[in-house]
């Protein structure tokens, strides 16, 4: 199944190179573009994408604001990568709140941009360890404190749980917990099921608003 890729950013360069690296992969397609957010809304209701590659700092209407748009009606939408220049950036971690799978640093090497296009379109998330923890590490101190609700996971569940939010992966977290990474991945789904979240960027950022991870 070809992959249909929808690019927006405001940089010409930026977004003609991200077109061409897409392109030149044998199951994706680019199916159209766009330079801010409301020019993405619409053309993207006239096109179907599977993926879209979003720049966050735009004119007009920014990435945060049009992926909380694009993916607040009804039915299956897109899937959405964010794109940021900067590793610390709250309007990264707003788009991630606003439904986006995950979020790419824009010089990325274009290997890693189309696994990340492969990768939630497969129905995972994209979660950079690094950059993710950097980024919520930052963030984290600005959420309001939980007002301790019961939390519906096992104990191996919340432990698993807090790896997650580590921005490890299943064989990262199988070998830390001494289990294999189909047990791990079971844990996973049962996690996404009991706290009714649709990926792991969803998880990280319930642990960190639930208290789930000390903060710094």
């Not at 720049?55 to 009804?74: I, S």
């Not at 792991?200 to 639930?210: F, G, K, L, S, T």
Request: charged share 25%; glycine share 8%.
């Amino acid at each position: 199944m070809t992959i249909r890729v929808f690019v927006v950013d405001d940089q010409d360069l930026v977004r003609t190179g991200t077109i061409m690296v897409i392109q030149a992969q044998g199951d994706m397609t680019v199916v159209g573009e766009a330079r801010d957010g409301l020019e993405a809304l619409a053309r993207l209701g006239k096109v179907v994408a599977d993926v879209v590659l979003m720049d966050v700092r735009m004119p007009l209407l920014d990435g945060v604001e049009a992926t909380r748009r694009l993916l607040a009606g009804a039915g299956a939408g897109p899937k959405v990568i964010v794109l940021t220049t900067f590793d610390l950036d709250e309007y990264a971690f707003a788009a991630l709140r606003a439904g986006a799978s995950g979020f790419l640093l824009k010089d990325a090497p274009a290997e890693e941009i189309v696994a990340a296009v492969r990768t939630v379109h497969e129905g995972d998330a994209v979660i950079a360890p690094s950059t993710t923890r950097r980024l919520l590490d930052h963030v984290a101190p600005t959420l309001p404190l939980p007002a301790d609700p019961p939390i519906p996971l096992t104990d191996r569940e919340r432990e698993v749980l807090q790896h997650i939010a580590q921005g490890e992966t299943n064989a990262e977290i199988a070998g830390r917990l001494f289990l294999s990474e189909g047990t791990v991945k079971t844990h996973v789904g049962r996690i996404l099921a009991k706290l009714h979240l649709r990926d792991r960027v969803q998880a990280v950022i319930w642990a960190y608003e639930h208290g789930q991870i000390p903060r710094t």
